[in-house]
């Protein structure tokens, strides 16, 4: 015979020798309940009547150690003074930079700026894209004395004299160049954003040794990236400008 509920949980039920266990208090939780003496969250009087509790006492003693033992890490914690960039770039170089066929004149040139944050920044040149800034991307080449180079790898200081042309300088609306035609003409392009590289780079392979298949054009635009994958388009272009040549 199956135990009755009263019998299963008698063990929980609360002791009282005022009423029988089968008949609860109103307030009495249900047999199968139990409760937990939790300690109360507002502060309780002490016996020497500060009006603290344990917990507060023991939580202020230990915000108390926090702070001691913080405060000589924070007095030695060096003080790093702000970079003052005026100055930086009033030591900084002067030289001449011929970009596309004029001369730009800069003076107090952070030693440290690259080409492609030189013609981007100070002469507004914005064909040329910053894309990875590691030189894996090819979105900032530029020709440097008729060869192909990646500007954000590359010291502005370091092209004194040279001759820099960027996408700007190849050729104009009205007036493209025979790869930026192609590149039209073949959509070598979607977003755009690698182009100028992608063609600064094709026309300097025109007068690179490499052999006429598109496997050798491939291998030498490998430097550039289209996050898009027009290569075909690309390919194609490339392959009908060296048929002109």
Do not use: W
Not at 65 to 84: F, N
Not at 95 to 101: K, M, S
Not at 116 to 129: A, Q, S, Y
Not at 154 to 173: K, R, W, Y
């Amino acid at each position: 015979m199956a135990d009755s509920p009263l019998t299963r949980f008698k063990h929980l039920r609360a002791k009282s020798s005022e009423q029988p266990a089968e008949q609860p208090k109103k307030d009495e939780l249900a047999p199968d309940r139990q409760t937990l003496d939790l300690e109360p969250l507002t502060p309780e009087p002490h016996s020497n009547g500060n009006g603290l509790s344990r917990r507060s006492f023991l939580s202020g003693l230990g915000a108390a150690g926090l702070i001691a033992g913080a405060a000589p890490l924070v007095a030695a914690a060096p003080v790093i003074a702000p970079v003052d960039d005026s100055a930086e770039i009033a030591g900084g170089a002067t030289l001449v930079l011929h970009v596309n066929g004029k001369d730009y004149t800069f003076r107090g040139l952070d030693p440290r700026a690259t080409l492609l944050d030189t013609l981007r920044e100070r002469i507004h040149l914005t064909g040329t894209k910053k894309g990875c800034d590691h030189g894996q991307c090819g979105a900032c080449t530029v020709h440097v004395n008729g060869r192909r180079v990646n500007s954000c790898l590359s010291f502005a200081v370091m092209h004194q004299g040279d001759e820099i042309t960027t996408i700007e300088g190849l050729g104009q609306p009205g007036n493209l160049h025979a790869m930026q035609a192609a590149f039209v003409e073949h959509d070598g392009y979607q977003c755009g954003y690698c182009t100028s590289g992608q063609i600064m780079s094709a026309v300097a392979l025109l007068k690179e040794p490499i052999g006429p298949t598109d496997e050798d054009i491939k291998n030498a635009m490998a430097g550039n990236i289209c996050r898009c994958g027009a290569y075909a388009n690309i390919v194609a272009a490339v392959r009908q400008v060296r048929a002109q040549a």
